[in-house]
């Protein structure tokens, strides 16, 4: 490759962690500073977090992309983005633990209470 499209690729992965960096601050402000009115705050801030381990990560990526910071820091990387994955389950499940019931006969989602949807009603 050139030395064009070499700049080229560092400024968009450094412009795409610049938003998510942006994006990250942007959805943690609301969820803390007005927790009170916020639906759902354990869920929506767990999704948050998976949010800044997706960040987290790919700062560190950066990081080692632009200084060749060595393998542990690498790795680190990894492991945000893997918490990331585990933290996202999380906040599904605190979504959707309400309407989940284990029981002897397999799982059970509960859906009779909701109606709507893109079904036509004739």
């Given amino acids: 490759m050139t030395w064009l499209s070499d700049a080229s690729a560092w400024l968009v992965w450094t412009v795409e962690v610049v938003v998510l960096v942006v994006l990250c601050a ?49 790795v680190a990387a990894y492991v945000a983005y893997a918490a990331s994955g585990v933290v996202s389950v999380a906040a599904t499940w605190r979504f959707a633990r309400e309407f989940v019931t284990f029981g002897r006969e397999g799982v059970e ?8 949807g893109f079904e036509r009603e004739s």
């Avoid at 943690?28 to 801030?45: D, E, I, K, T």
């Avoid at 800044?52 to 060595?70: F, I, Q, R, W």
């Avoid at 989602?109 to 709507?116: K, L, N, S, V």
């Fill in 109 to 116: 989602i509960e859906t009779a209470g909701f109606t709507g």
């Fill in 26 to 74: 942007g959805f943690a402000y609301p969820v803390v500073a007005y927790s009170r009115n916020v639906l759902y705050r354990g869920g929506v801030l767990l999704l948050v977090a998976a949010l800044g381990c997706l960040m987290a990560g790919s700062v560190l990526e950066l990081v080692v992309d632009v200084t060749g910071a060595g393998a542990l820091v690498e």
